[in-house]
T-cell receptor, first 111, second 118 residues
């Protein structure tokens, strides 16, 4: 079955710098890769997703890149702000089975 | 309601007791999920309801766990004879599931129920 690994588990960056979180997956059939942001005491919220027919997707300061050959995808946050501090989860799946989730990355934005 | 509502937000129980957790999804969302999140861990899938189809129970960790979804709306997750290892945040999510790939759509999560088993 699918396995999704996420790195790093904790990431600390200076405000204004960029942050990159990486995930790898094992099932080459996976074709849907969302990223969720979870703030303290709340449920996760979708921030961006990508399907396997594209290599990159961008939404303002957030972008996701997908390398199908290497089976990894990454979340890029530019010009980080204090409100970006949260736990970020990646996930992978296809239309036939439930999403498999990474273990999460705690992102800390230092003022 | 405006979002997915879960109750209670916190539940403390004694080992061996039964608990019921409630989820009220977004109106019109046909898909409903239950997940478990242990401290510092990712999301563990428990069960999935989609319309009138038989639920996908493949994630339930033991027969002490069960869930119902009445009338295609509100869902209840029941844990019988709770154990300390059941302590976690239980998250409910719903989605519209109107497209060709209902498992690959945006999930809307509630704030969860923090379950503590003493």
């Amino acid at each position: 079955g699918e396995n999704v690994e996420q790195h790093p588990s904790t990431l600390s960056v200076q405000e204004g710098d960029s942050a990159v979180i990486k995930c790898t997956y094992s099932d080459s059939a996976s074709n849907y890769f969302p990223w969720y942001k979870q703030e303290l005491g709340k449920g996760p919220q979708l921030i961006i997703d990508i399907r396997s027919n594209v290599g990159e997707k961008k939404d303002q300061r957030i972008a996701v890149t997908l390398n199908k050959t290497a089976k990894h995808f990454s979340l890029h946050i530019t010009e980080t702000q204090p409100e970006d501090s949260a736990v970020y989860f990646c996930a992978g799946g296809d239309s036939n089975y439930q999403l498999i989730w990474g273990a999460g990355t705690k992102l800390i934005i230092k003022p | 309601g405006a979002g997915v509502s879960q109750s209670p937000s916190n539940k403390v129980t004694e080992k061996g007791k039964d608990v019921e957790l409630r989820c009220d999804p977004i109106s019109g969302h046909t898909a409903l999920y239950w997940y478990r999140q242990s401290l510092g861990q990712g999301l563990e899938f428990l069960i999935y309801f989609q319309g009138n189809s038989a639920p996908d129970k493949s994630g339930l960790p033991s027969d002490r766990f069960s869930a119902e979804r009445t009338g295609g709306s509100v869902s209840t997750l029941t844990i019988q004879r709770t154990q300390q290892e059941d302590s976690a945040v239980y998250l409910c999510a719903s989605s519209l599931a109107a497209g060709a790939y209902p498992l690959n759509e945006k999930l809307f999560f509630g704030s969860g129920t923090q379950l503590s088993v003493l």
